[in-house]
Nanobody, 124 residues
Framework: QVQLVESGGGWVQPGGSLRLSCAPS????????IFWVRQAPGKGLEWVSG????????RTGDSVKGRSTITRDSANNTVYLQMNNLKPEDTARYYC?????????????????WGQGIQVTVSS
């Protein structure tokens, strides 16, 4: 069974940092990207950053560019999203999701498997 298990969310003050983790299992890593996709209250999905599990190629959205870094641990395939200088507009539920392209959109159907999501709240 394909599983994507997230951890690392929580509450931080503006300017703070968090590191999100996604542990994938149940499939061959060679053909897939893992993307972090977020949904803020009352808004639609927005992809944040993604990494190819085999090649390590990365993409980062403009909204977090310069403030976040996505990496993977090639030993266990865990994907990390380090987020710094967090802003209130970063408040959202963050999902780890699998896709077969480095250029997904923001449709739920662009991703075939999803984690349960973890909450990130940035406020004073």
């Amino acid at each position: 069974q394909v599983q994507l298990v997230e951890s690392g969310g929580g509450w931080v003050q503006p300017g703070g940092s968090l590191r999100l983790s996604c542990a994938p299992s149940g499939f061959s890593i060679g053909s897939y990207w893992i993307f972090w996709v977020r949904q803020a209250p009352g808004k639609g999905l927005e992809w944040v950053s993604g990494i190819h599990l085999y090649t390590g190629n990365r993409r980062t959205g403009d909204s977090v560019k310069g403030r976040s870094t996505i990496t993977r641990d090639s030993a266990n395939n865990t994907v990390y999203l380090q987020m710094n200088n967090l802003k209130p507009e970063d408040t959202a539920r963050y999902y780890c999701a699998r896709t077969n392209t480095g250029f997904p959109g923001n449709s739920r159907a662009d991703y075939d498997y999803w984690g349960q999501g973890i909450q990130v709240t940035v406020s004073s």
